[in-house]
């Protein structure tokens, strides 16, 4: 099964940038799955951030990151990314990187999370 590993996050100041990337392994047929990425704070609801559809390749935004962040995917590599930036405090969070099968409306798969802190 698809296995997610998230990397880049970290400490930065409001109005810096990071990259976030998600490396993925365990299938053949990837472009059987739609990707996005999703945050949550503690003791609020997780909510997502970005999401790429396989296929085409669209993509959907949460208003909060519209203009600021971009959601790209290298398949060559396997790796999901997110470009963040204009970052604001607002965007600290714990950010997770999911999958989901096409024919689906949920995300079951789900990497490990990786902190942004913005200060």
């Known amino acids: 099964h698809v296995q997610l590993v998230e990397s880049g996050g970290g400490s930065v100041q409001g109005g810096g940038s990071l990259k976030l990337a998600c490396t993925y392994a365990g299938s053949t047929t990837y472009s059987a799955y739609h990707m996005g990425w999703f945050r949550q704070v503690p003791g609020k609801q997780r909510e997502g951030v970005a999401v790429?559809?396989?296929?085409?390749?669209?993509?959907l935004y949460a208003d909060s990151v519209k203009g600021r962040f971009t959601i790209s995917q290298d398949k060559a590599k396997n790796t999901l990314e997110l470009q963040m930036n204009s970052l604001k405090p607002e965007d600290t969070a714990v950010y997770f990187c999911a999958a989901r099968y096409v024919s689906s409306q949920t995300y079951h798969i789900w990497g490990q999370g990786t902190q942004v802190t913005v200060s």
């Open positions: 790429i559809y396989t296929g085409d390749g669209s993509t």
